[in-house]
């Protein structure tokens, strides 16, 4: 069984989605629908807490317990994904260059842009090599948004 709750935030209503045990299986944008899941805020609530400190500002990093399904390349994209400072990003050639996969930006692109738990795996950190901001899940305003928030001179 799955939990979800929808809470406002900066960029829209989103829904995250916590298992039986309470780790995080995915965080819904606001145009996904939700019907894996059953609604629960109580059991969110944690998940909660923690992006609204996030998009007060008082937040950097989560301290979740988090179980995102995919494969084993995507689990290891996301790692690394996870690991990027906050108020910093990465290139999908660099991201590649650190699991040793020549020409890999694109396979890295592809598991970026199936994370399942957009914002706590920081997906919106994984920039083109330009420094360009190339596909988001939630659309590139709000990955704009998330950078701004995250770093307000960058833009």
């Known amino acids: 069984m799955k939990y979800f709750c929808t809470m406002p935030s900066p960029i829209g209503p989103l829904r ?3 298992d039986e045990r309470g780790a995080v299986v995915r965080i819904a944008f606001p145009d996904e629908n939700v019907t894996d899941a059953v609604e629960d805020p109580k059991r969110v609530a944690g998940v909660v807490a923690q992006l609204e400190e996030y998009f007060d500002g008082k937040r950097r990093a989560f301290d979740l317990e988090l179980r995102p399904e995919g494969s ?3 689990h290891q994209v996301w790692k690394l994904v996870y690991a990027i400072p906050f108020g910093q990003t990465r ?3 660099q991201l590649a260059a650190e699991m040793k996969l020549a ?3 694109r396979a890295i ?3 970026n842009a ?3 738990i957009p914002i706590v ?3 919106h950190r994984v920039i083109g090599a330009n420094g360009s901001l190339t596909g988001y ?3 590139l305003e709000v990955k704009r948004m998330l950078l701004e928030l995250e770093q307000p001179t960058l833009f």
């Open 16 to 18: 995250p989605i916590v």
């Open 72 to 74: 084993e390349f995507q």
């Open 91 to 93: 290139s999908y050639g």
């Open 103 to 105: 020409s890999g930006a």
């Open 109 to 111: 692109g592809r598991a």
């Open 114 to 116: 199936t994370n399942p």
């Open 121 to 123: 795996v920081p997906c």
């Open 137 to 139: 899940a939630g659309g």
